[in-house]
Structures are given as C-alpha cells and as structure tokens.
C-alpha cells in the first residue's frame, strides 16, 4: 500500500499581499495507472493587515448626580475584545467649564481633554485609567465623552466612543441650628433666646 503525506508550511512576511501556493503530492510508489487528476495545483492566498477590536466603557457609570465642589474619579477601560496585540490610546473630554486632572501617569490634559497613552495590549485584556472631574456650577444634565483608538486597524469602529450622560449638578449646603444655653430675661416674664444658623456649605444658602 502507498503512502502519501501533504505538509504545507509557509509564513507570510509583513507588508506581503498574498499570491498563490503552489501544492504537490508524490507518492513512495510509481503512478500505473493513469489518474486524471493533476498532482500539482496552485490555492490563491489573499494577506490582510493584522487588526485589532478595541473598545471604551467607563465601568463606574451609570454616576449618581455630581455635586458643586466635590470631585469624583471617573475611570476610563480600554479592552482589546479580539486580533492581535494593539497599543490603545484613550481621549475622555470633560463637559465645559468643568475641572478634570489626570490620575493615572501616562494621562496628559489640555483644558478640557485628558489623553491617556496606554501600552502593548494582548486579546482580551483591558488598560484602566483615572481621572477626577469636578463640576463648579449647577447643572441640569451633561455627557461625558470617551473615546480609544489603537495603531492597528479595527474591524468594528463601532465600539471606540462612548457617551454617557449625568443626570443633573447639584449644589449642596449643611445646614446647622444652635440655640444659646442660658436665656436672659429681656424684660419681667419675657424670655430672650438667640437663634444660630450656620451653612457648612460648600454652597451658599438663603435663610
């Protein structure tokens, strides 16, 4: 009985678009008897670019209404969700007027957008970066926006931004009442209490 083994190898080198590969089978025995099929054929092989999917999500929304004054981190997650090992770059945009700084070392800021440089990452893990933002007036809703993009191609572009949307800026007061111990007699039956009020803010308060 004849044996016939097929072992093709090959390797595609970078920038290379593809091209046909050329198969042959020989067997350890003479061919008698005429056989129609050839034993040589040529499969074309196309090359694509190598591509990675990165996505965006911020893991700590949905946010609970921000407060005037009181800064809160926001973190920021690229994911590398499948193909080959990318570097993601991240871009959060603050709402206008608002105070975002940088956290994590490799996040820079100018005015209102922090751009966070990531590093060589592998299918299927993820890069967390922080930033703190600050509202400084009220507001009745915003959206933070975030964004990544990797230096590979991406097959689903779709899942490099998102948006997500607070609810409301509110300010905030801490309201104190205090009531003097010892009350004084103003005139015979009448007694005299003093009343204090105090705002612990950070906002101002109408009394």
Do not use: K
């Amino acid at each position: 009985m004849s044996q016939v083994r097929v072992c093709p190898l090959w390797a595609w080198t970078n920038g290379s678009t593809g091209g046909d590969v050329e198969l042959s089978v020989t067997a350890d025995q003479p061919e008698t008897v005429p056989d129609p099929n050839a034993n040589e054929t040529a499969v074309p092989i196309a090359v694509v670019a190598a591509r990675a999917d990165v996505s965006i999500t911020l893991p700590s929304a949905p946010f609970t209404p921000f407060v005037v004054g009181q800064p809160r981190n926001v973190r920021l997650r690229a994911t590398n969700l499948g193909g080959a090992t990318t570097t993601p770059t991240v871009t959060f945009t603050a709402p206008a007027g608002w105070v975002v700084t940088p956290v994590s070392p490799s996040c820079t800021a100018l005015a209102q957008v922090v751009t966070c440089d990531g590093w060589p990452l592998a299918e299927n893990r993820s890069i967390d970066f922080d930033v703190t933002l600050e509202a400084v007036v009220p507001d009745p809703g915003v959206e933070l926006l975030a964004s990544v993009s990797g230096d590979l191609p991406d097959p689903d572009p779709a899942s490099n931004q998102t948006e997500v949307t607070v609810d409301g800026v509110a300010e905030e007061v801490d309201l104190g009442l205090s009531v003097d111990a010892a009350a004084v007699p103003s005139t015979p039956g009448v007694v005299t209490h003093q009343y204090r009020i105090a705002n612990g803010g950070p906002a101002r308060a109408t009394a």
